[in-house]
């Protein structure tokens, strides 16, 4: 069992830069791979970023690519995700995952979900 703890949004301008937090429960962080997504209003939750157990493989959708970077320390049992350059089309909640496959894009192949947190970018 693996518990997700988001934390960072907040309400920005374009052009500014966030910097999310999911801590895990538990010890076997480093077993997951983890994942973040999002979801807008009447929106469905899509892919954001990814990142193996080792942190050394990481994939993007092509709307963050360049943009937003996704890390993480497995003694802290912490995943990351710094965005910059933020637009008002990123604005969503924010979610981060933990899958047991090396890694994925695929929300249901994720099997822990934290709580969300708002990201909302407006001038």
């Known amino acids: 069992q693996v518990q997700l703890v988001e934390s960072g949004g907040g309400l920005v301008q374009p052009g500014d830069s966030l910097r999310l937090s999911c801590a895990a429960s538990g010890r076997t962080f480093s077993s997951y791979a983890m994942g973040w997504f999002r979801q807008a209003p009447g929106k469905e939750r899509e892919f954001v970023s990814t990142i193996t157990r080792s942190g050394y493989i990481t994939r993007y959708a092509d709307s963050v690519k360049g943009r937003f970077t996704i890390s993480r320390d497995n003694a802290k049992n912490t995943v990351y995700l710094q965005m910059n350059s933020l637009k008002p089309e990123d604005t969503a909640v924010y979610y981060c995952?933990?899958?047991?496959?090396?890694?994925?894009?695929?929300?249901?192949?994720?099997?822990?979900w934290g709580q969300g947190t708002q990201v909302t970018v407006s001038s």
């Open positions: 995952a933990a899958t047991s496959k090396l890694e994925s894009t695929i929300t249901h192949e994720y099997d822990y």
